[in-house]
Nanobody, 114 residues
Framework: VQLQASGGGLVQSGGSLRLSCAAS????????VGWYRQAPGKQRELVAR???????TYTASVKGRFTIARDSAKNTVYLQMNSLKPEDTAAYYC?????????WGRGTLVTVSA
């Protein structure tokens, strides 16, 4: 299994980034998928999730700013992040929901400067 997240980078407060996560094989097929993040010194948290039929939910801190989407044909999920804030700085990972795989991949680092 491979989960390859990409698209992170350094952005100013108020800016936008679009993250992508490609999975090997069809691990996403029929499963809910989520974007998680882990800031330095903090626990990993689930910030957005999308079911196999496209229903989305978001944690309160990103609601209205982040949008999760999936392309089942490409085994890829996306996270459009707008109006970024310094507190969004973290390593971002994708994985299954509600029970993530033990394998997390390398994630992609998002740094938002004030």
């Amino acid at each position: 299994v491979q989960l390859q997240a990409s698209g992170g980078g350094l952005v100013q407060s108020g800016g936008s980034l679009r993250l992508s996560c490609a999975a090997s094989g069809s691990i996403f097929s029929g499963n809910g998928v989520g974007w998680y993040r882990q800031a330095p010194g903090k626990q990993r948290e689930l910030v957005a999730r999308i079911t196999s039929v496209g229903t989305t939910t978001y944690t309160a801190s990103v609601k209205g700013r982040f949008t999760i989407a999936r392309d089942s044909a490409k085994n890829t999920v996306y996270l459009q992040m707008n109006s970024l804030k310094p507190e969004d700085t973290a390593a971002y990972y994708c994985n299954l929901v509600p029970i993530p795989l033990n394998y997390w991949g390398r994630g992609t680092l998002v740094t938002v400067s004030a």
